[in-house]
C-alpha cells in the first residue's frame, strides 16, 4: 500500500486547508480529470495537492494513498503508479517557500501547488490527453 508522509513544518503549511468537509487529491497536469487544463507530457512537472469538496465524483482518482494528514485520492493509471512510490514524503523547504515531494530514492518534484477548490466543480468532461 502507497503511503505518504507529510512532515510537520509542511502540515503546518496544509492546516488551513484541512477540513472535514475536503477530499485531497494529489494532481498533475497530464490531461486527464477535471482539474487538468492542458496536459503535459513531462509528469514530474506542475504536482498539485487539491483540497476539493468531498461529495465531488472524481472517477479518475480512483487509488488511495494512506497518509498522516488523511486519504490522499490519485490516479491509478500506470503513470501515477510508476511516478509514486510506496513511500513518498511531502516536505516545507522554509528557504524556497516549496513543498518538495520526495522518495528514499529520488525527488518526484521541487514544489507541489497548493489548491482550494469551494466552488461547484463540474466534474462532467470529455476528451483525453494522448503523450
Not at 28 to 45: E, H, K, R, T, Y
Not at 109 to 125: A, Q, S
Request: glycine share 4%; aromatic share 10%; hydrophobic share 40%.
Amino acid at each position: 500500500m502507497k503511503k505518504l508522509i507529510v512532515t510537520a513544518a509542511a502540515m503546518d503549511r496544509l492546516r488551513k486547508y484541512m477540513s472535514p468537509d475536503k477530499q485531497i487529491v494529489l494532481d498533475f497536469d497530464d490531461g486527464v480529470g477535471p482539474f487538468s487544463a492542458i496536459g503535459n507530457c513531462n509528469l514530474d512537472a506542475n504536482y498539485r495537492l487539491i483540497f476539493v469538496n468531498r461529495d465531488v465524483k472524481l472517477p479518475d482518482f480512483d487509488e488511495i494513498v494512506s497518509s498522516n494528514i488523511g486519504d490522499i485520492r490519485i490516479k491509478s493509471e500506470w503513470y501515477a503508479s510508476a511516478q509514486f512510490e510506496d513511500q513518498m514524503e511531502l516536505r516545507f523547504d522554509p528557504k524556497h517557500f516549496t513543498m518538495p515531494l520526495v522518495s528514499p530514492t529520488k525527488i518526484l518534484t521541487d514544489n507541489v501547488e497548493v489548491v482550494e477548490i469551494n466552488e461547484p466543480l463540474k466534474t462532467e468532461y470529455s476528451g483525453t490527453h494522448d503523450c
